[in-house]
């Protein structure tokens, strides 16, 4: 039987990285250097829907970690990719710039259910492409401003899709999920194993 082949994880996100060893993947960073505008991949288009968002976001990624790979002229491998977002209807959730957004997002998260979309996209060391679509769906809790406002000031909902964090403080709000709880934090296990499978990687 032949060896795994290389994975390469192109993001910075630690909760990704963390999912991807429950796995039991070994694989190696392929962040963003800074020269690139990662976040400038993220803006959404007017009037996309939040699925189309996140698929294509995600192709970009993965477009933008392959070129990544050849500059830095590191050995072909798989590469893996994925974007998150929350949509309250057709309205797209994205990371807070501030405490208000943060504030203002939550408000229109709390008492209510949404989605939560995750798009895993992979290549593989031949060149082909695959994606998969994890969508959960979330209800929150009613919340105080007092509750609110000490999930704000406690930094959490910061560089986080809907300004919370499953894994962290905000499961105290979380009322019900049904869906991918890994989906929810970044990066859905089951979607993942099988592209992961797909291209000799797993």
Not at 124 to 142: K, N
Not at 166 to 191: D, K, N, T
């Amino acid at each position: 039987m032949s060896s795994k082949k290389i994975v390469y994880l192109a993001s910075s996100s630690p909760r990704r990285a963390e999912l991807l060893r429950q796995l039991g993947v070994a694989f190696s960073p392929l962040e963003p250097g800074p020269d690139e505008d990662a976040e400038a991949l993220e803006r959404a288009l007017r009037g996309e829907s939040p699925q189309r968002y996140v698929q294509r976001v995600t192709q970009l990624k993965l477009h933008a970690a392959l070129q990544r790979l050849r500059r830095r002229a590191l050995p072909a491998g798989v590469v893996l990719c994925a974007d998150t977002t929350v949509a309250l209807g057709r309205r797209l959730l994205g990371k807070p710039t501030d405490d208000a957004d943060a504030l203002a997002m939550l408000r229109a998260l709390a008492g209510t259910s949404h989605r939560v979309l995750t798009a895993v996209a992979v290549a593989d060391a031949d060149g082909g492409t695959a994606q998969a679509l994890s969508v959960s769906r979330v209800r929150m809790a009613p919340l105080d401003e007092a509750a609110l406002a000490g999930y704000v000031a406690s930094g959490e909902p910061f560089g986080k899709a809907g300004a919370y964090a499953v894994q962290g403080r905000a499961a105290a709000f979380i009322a019900h999920i049904s869906g991918s709880y890994s989906g929810i934090m970044g990066l859905p296990l089951f979607e993942t194993a099988a592209l992961l499978r797909g291209a000799g990687a797993l």
